[in-house]
């Protein structure tokens, strides 16, 4: 139980340093905070607003990425394309394009959805199309021989053939989308009275309410945990697991 | 007997990097119903390209494939194919899965593809597995799941394109006998593609051998060796090095001129 020791040797040190509450809180004051915060439903609303945040994003970010998938399959210069663009925007940051948001698209959600789907689409649109390349051209004939034909063979065979490589994609892609979002709500704040996670970590510290801010430090860090290792981990082993498929790299 | 599948004068023409390749050159034969026909033939004859021909996988140039009378140009159910790859069953289904599902596309109702697949995994022994992953199964029960899914489909031809051709040599002479089994107690017209002379004579009413670059037919042999087949005996053996020589002459004697050995594949 390291999770024991570490708060232990937090506590120790908060007790030992003597530092200002406002600087280091101890365990119980972050605990009382956290407490106050969910059942007064401060917590509760914000973390409903990152995610109303980021599951319109994820919604934008996954119809393009398939369009753009789509598109790359049928023409090879598309695909081209795709992979020339994709080259040159997935290693960028997504806060990195905050400046820009700001001009195109103001101050509040849509710059804030703006990056995030900057940060869903290259991932997966990177993964899908390389899921799609590698399905087994065996795999796709037996379809053929069975029967199955155009978007059917799509949804039947190349689907599920791609399905680890997808599964990678939208784990990288909601990795990023995660990050990006405390941080772009941090800069952008609240429109309309509204903020996620990010605007209340910069709210308390405004007002110096620390424990709150470490509060809602946790509380990413515990949504974190549980969509990547217990949301995705349970999909994974669901089907890629029980499936015995490898998610298969560019050739 | 009737005639079942009629290949008429058929051309396959591959625009390679340097120059074209003709990898079938006017190829014409017929199988009959419930026959069991091998095809031999060195690597690169287009032994592979014909038989994908016939499963429509591959537009031939010129040509004609007759099915029942009817020319056929696209892949169908009416002619389904046993790969030699492991990954021909669908990963994402489970080894009953895989044979419902295409029992499904076929039309088929849900008990009876049930009763179906659990009936023809039992004539592959698999009928322990049926929940099995194919990631859990060895190459050769793969490969029988694959024939068994097949045959559940009930094809007007089945054609093997080497099912066997990655298997260690007892599990291959295993599936050698229970095919034949099968295809005796189903009596299903068969294509068989191997390079094994041994199989092919195992297997086959009718061996036809193959040559190399253009891919022609070099002889139609029938095996009159009564089944089942043993590798020891003197009408065995002497198949066995007429068949050999047939492709030998190809290696080494049509090649000779030239002083060099034909490139591999």
Known sequence: ?251 | MAEKVNVKNLFVKFDGEQGDFQALEDISFSVKQSEFLTILGPSGCGKSTLIRAIAGFQTPNKGDIVLDGKNVSKPGPDRIMVFQEFDQLFPWRTVMGNITYALKISGMSKEKRQQQAIQYLEMVNLQDFTHAFPHQLSGGMKQRAAIARSLALNPEILLMDEPFGSLDAQTRSILQSELVRIWQKVGSTIIFITHNIQEAILLGDRVMVMSTAPGQIKEIVAVDIERPRLPETPEFMKLWHRLYSLLETKRFGENDDKNMLPDSD
């Open chain 1, 1 to 251: 139980m390291f999770i024991v020791i570490l708060l232990t040797v937090w506590q120790l040190v908060v007790s030992l340093g003597d530092y200002s509450e406002l600087i280091l809180p101890n365990l119980r004051s972050i605990w009382d905070a956290l407490i106050e915060s969910i059942a007064s439903g401060e917590m509760g609303d914000h973390t409903a607003y990152s995610f109303y945040l980021i599951g319109q994003a994820l919604g934008i970010g996954v119809v393009l990425a398939f369009i753009l998938t789509a598109l790359a399959m049928v023409s090879p210069m598309i695909a081209d394309f795709m992979k020339t663009i994709t080259t040159i925007f997935h290693p960028l940051p997504g806060v990195a394009l905050l400046p820009i948001a700001l001009l195109w698209f103001g101050i509040g959600e849509k710059s804030i959805i703006f990056i995030l789907v900057h940060s869903i689409i290259w991932p997966l649109i990177l993964n899908t199309y390389t899921g799609f390349r590698s399905v087994s051209r065996t795999q796709l004939e037996v379809g053929r021989n069975i029967g199955l034909k155009g978007l059917k063979l799509v949804s039947s065979v190349m689907v599920p053939s791609a399905f680890p490589n997808i599964l990678t994609g939208f784990k990288i892609a909601w990795s990023n989308s995660w990050r990006s979002l405390v941080a772009a709500e941090m800069i952008f704040g609240a429109s309309g009275g509204q903020g996620g996670l990010g605007w209340l970590i910069y709210q308390k510290r405004f007002f110096l309410e620390t424990p709150y801010v470490f509060a809602a430090l946790f509380v990413i860090i515990i949504i974190g945990i549980l969509v990547e290792n217990v949301f995705f981990a349970q999909i994974e082993r669901l089907t890629v697991q029980r499936w015995g498929m490898v998610a298969r790299k560019e050739e």
